[in-house]
């Protein structure tokens, strides 16, 4: 029985128990009242800012790119970036609205600059890209390093590429792993070059770059 006793739970007194909760509330009534408010105030702004602001810049921004995105789509890459007068490229639009517009208006301005020649603006556009879409996501790194080799860094070109075909895991590294081969042969190291052959040959022997690639495997073995 005293050991019965001993591993009972204590009685709890309700009435105490609700005493002690009512004279905390009495206490700290005005700071609960107040910090209810003011976090259902910081809500309400923010809601606010969102339905008000937010939503018709974002609106605006993505009406904005439609111009600029069919001067791309038609090989105007000009128009795509400074505008046509009318319309606003790439290069206002991000100025004005940046992520506003999608994070695609970097890639789109990156790509753009590739193709004028304004390799170091290229870089810098294509390395703001944080889009999820990971087949862009790649795409942007091959043409950073598409850019490198155009400056002749080379060794910043084959670490592009080489992320590129990590990012894909597709098809289309193949053709991402051929630019790195390549490059790296130039650079006098015939080993990383077969390496990189070899991964298209196993793991990508079905693309297009995979159809050709025993000649380039056989041009660095033969060479040996």
Do not use: W
């Not at 005493?19 to 003011?38: C, D, L, M, P, W």
């Not at 091959?142 to 860094?153: E, K, S, T």
Request: net charge negative; charged share 20%; glycine share 8%.
């Amino acid at each position: 029985m005293a050991n019965n006793k001993k591993n009972q739970e204590p009685e709890v007194n309700v009435g105490e128990a609700l005493s002690k909760t009512e004279k905390f509330f009495t206490t700290y009534r005005n700071h609960i009242v107040y910090g209810a408010i003011g976090v259902i105030a910081v809500i309400a702004v923010a809601l606010l800012y969102h339905n008000f602001v937010t939503l018709p810049k974002q609106q605006e921004a993505m009406a904005q790119t439609f111009t600029a995105e069919q001067y791309f789509r038609n090989g105007d890459f000009e128009k795509a970036l400074d505008g046509d007068g009318n319309a606003l490229g790439f290069n206002q639009i991000i100025s004005d609205y940046g992520t506003k517009s999608g994070e695609a208006v970097y890639f789109y301005a990156g790509v753009c600059n590739l193709q004028l020649g304004n390799f170091s603006e290229a870089i810098s556009n294509l390395k703001k890209y944080n889009g999820k879409d990971e087949i862009i996501a790649a795409r942007a790194l091959a043409c950073i390093g598409d850019a490198y080799a155009a400056q002749n860094d080379l060794a910043s070109a084959v670490n592009n590429y080489k992320a590129a075909a990590a990012k894909a895991d597709n098809l289309l590294a193949a053709g991402y792993l051929l630019k790195a081969g390549i490059i790296s042969e130039e650079l006098g190291k015939p080993a990383e070059a077969l390496a990189f052959y070899k991964e298209i040959q196993e793991k990508y022997s079905n693309s297009p770059e995979g159809y050709e690639i025993n000649k380039y495997i056989s041009r660095i073995e033969n060479a040996k």
